[in-house]
């Protein structure tokens, strides 16, 4: 059944901070587009009825988060070298009643960086990798393709962050998270993938003062847009990057597969986002 009232989507739990809705809601606008995007908060063993059930109502695809993106893959019918390289999904596309996934967390989080840091090269030294999830696997497969000569990865259970090493190969070095400030002091870059920070989260407790100029240092987290670890960044002379740059860019190959056409990621954007 085709719909002329086009929609799509985020799932995830929490969802009530997305700033997703907004973003995809300013391209629709911009070009004309009669359709809509919206934030679900949908529970883990609600997932797979919803995914099926969303097509039926409109929904050419949505946007997969916290906690879901292990999950949206392996409840896919067909997912892309990419996401299944990652072992995750931040994309789905509805056909029919098929379920197709990709993950463009990788390429968004790149194209964050290199316009937030103007001059960054991975392979000049370590990354420092918080957290052992979705996000932080699409960040290590993308940062390893790049040329990051080693990923110091530390996440609060150590188990989950040696799965990655096994998966991914040796140029992974797992740190105790109890040891995350020696990782943050090693790295030449810093990347916190986890949602510690976040608004109605706790903070990301982890040692600070090995923050040093020459680092780049980025959260994945945008809502607040300037976290504690970003602060603590800049005071220390390093380059922070916030997290909404990797949102944006995450948002346009999605927003393409679904709407048909390619939006651009500018200030305008940016300021609508924001506002």
């Known amino acids: 059944m085709t719909h002329g009232f086009p929609l799509a989507g985020v799932v995830g739990r929490p969802i009530a901070h ?3 809705p907004r973003l995809h809601r300013h391209w629709l606008a911009r070009h004309g587009i009669a359709g809509d995007y919206v934030a679900m908060e949908i529970g883990e063993g609600d997932l797979e ?5 969303l097509p039926r109502a409109g929904f050419r695809g949505v946007n997969v988060t916290i906690p879901h993106k292990m999950a949206a893959l392996s409840l896919a019918d067909e997912a892309t070298d990419r996401a299944r390289q990652i072992g995750a999904a931040n994309l789905l596309v509805f056909e029919g009643n098929r379920i197709l996934a990709d993950n463009t967390d990788g390429e968004g989080f790149l194209n964050s960086v290199r316009q937030g840091a103007p001059g960054w090269d991975p392979s000049t030294g370590a990354a420092t990798v918080l957290g052992a999830g979705g996000a932080a696997r699409a960040v290590i497969v993308t940062l390893l393709e790049a040329g990051a000569p080693e990923i110091l990865l530390t996440n609060r259970t150590r188990a989950t962050a040696e799965g990655l090493r ?3 190969g040796d140029r992974i070095r797992v740190f105790d998270w109890v040891k995350a400030g020696n990782a943050v002091e090693e790295g030449t870059m810093v990347v916190n993938t986890t949602s510690l920070g976040m608004l109605g989260n706790p903070e990301l407790r982890v040692p600070l003062d090995g923050l040093r100029p020459g680092q780049v240092v980025t959260d994945l987290v945008y809502s607040p847009l300037e976290t504690r670890l970003l602060q603590q960044a800049r005071k220390a002379g390093a380059q922070g990057v916030d997290g909404l740059g990797m949102l944006l860019h995450q948002a346009a ?3 393409e597969r679904w709407f048909g056409l ?3 990621v500018d200030d305008a954007l940016r300021a609508a986002v924001l506002a």
């Open 18 to 20: 997305s700033r997703s």
């Open 49 to 53: 009825q919803v995914l099926r059930i």
């Open 166 to 168: 096994d998966e991914f």
């Open 253 to 255: 190959p999605a927003f």
């Open 262 to 264: 390619r939006p651009q």
